[in-house]
């Protein structure tokens, strides 16, 4: 089975800066990577997906993930974070008629 | 648009009663499946379905029944609820069974077993 790590639990940022959140798969073989996002008392959003065309994939809301296959990574970043960002996030991989995700990034935006 | 729409959003039940968290989708989505939300944990698939009368086991199936008489209905059914199953609930459906389709979520249904 495919398993997701998704580095800390919880990331507080200033408005405006970088907003980095990691996330790492075990995989032999490339998989297809998703990013989600969950507002409070929301089901989940997809946020961005890589399905092998490119390896760094733009999504909503100016987000953006990176594949690296080396590394066996898919960090989600966004150069400038607003309010509007706070939110849960998480990083799934799928297999077959499974997915799999990561324990999710809680990510706080300080004014 | 309604999408997924899950019933009920919110329900209490004791130990050992039985309920069914229901499941629409009106996207024609093949694909439906069952996860549960809890803290620290993520979300790990109950039960999932690639088409009507077609079911399988996820990762935490047990204690948990699914059946797919229709394209558009995908219930949960909790024989004897027990403390543990309290958690937040949500259905996710997909046009595509394959690894690229993209999981659509309902709002979710949180459960509290006493």
């Known amino acids: 089975a495919q398993s997701v790590t998704q580095l800390g639990s919880h990331v507080s940022v200033s408005e405006g800066a970088l907003v980095l959140l990691r996330c790492n798969y075990s995989?032999?073989?490339?998989?297809?990577l998703f990013w989600y996002v969950q507002y409070p008392n929301q089901g989940l959003q997809l946020l961005l997906k890589?399905?092998?065309?490119?390896?760094l994939v733009k999504g909503i809301n100016g987000f953006e993930a990176e594949f690296k296959k080396s590394e066996t990574s898919f960090h989600l970043t966004k150069p400038s974070a607003h309010m509007s960002d706070a939110a849960e996030y998480f990083c799934?991989?799928?297999?077959?008629?499974?997915?799999?995700f990561g324990t999710g990034t809680s990510l706080t935006v300080i004014p | 648009n309604a999408g997924v729409t899950q019933t009920p959003k919110f329900q209490v039940l004791k130990t050992g009663q039985s309920m069914t968290l229901q499941c629409a989708q009106d996207?024609?989505?093949?694909?439906m499946s069952w996860y549960r939300q809890d803290p620290g944990m993520g979300l790990r698939l109950i039960h999932y379905?690639?088409?009507?009368?077609?079911?399988d086991q996820g990762e935490v199936p047990n204690g948990y029944n699914v059946s797919r008489s229709t394209t558009e209905d995908f219930p949960l059914r909790l024989l004897s609820a027990a403390p543990s199953q309290t958690s937040v609930y949500f259905c996710?459906?997909?046009?595509?069974?394959?690894?690229?389709?993209?999981?659509?979520f309902g709002e979710g249904s949180r459960l509290t077993v006493l």
């Open positions: 996207m024609n989505h093949e694909y």
């Open positions: 890589y399905t092998s065309a490119a390896t």
């Open positions: 996710a459906s997909s046009r595509q069974i394959t690894n690229t389709g993209e999981l659509f």
């Open positions: 995989s032999s073989v490339p998989p297809y």
């Open positions: 379905s690639v088409g009507a009368g077609i079911t």
């Open positions: 799934a991989v799928s297999q077959g008629n499974q997915f799999y």
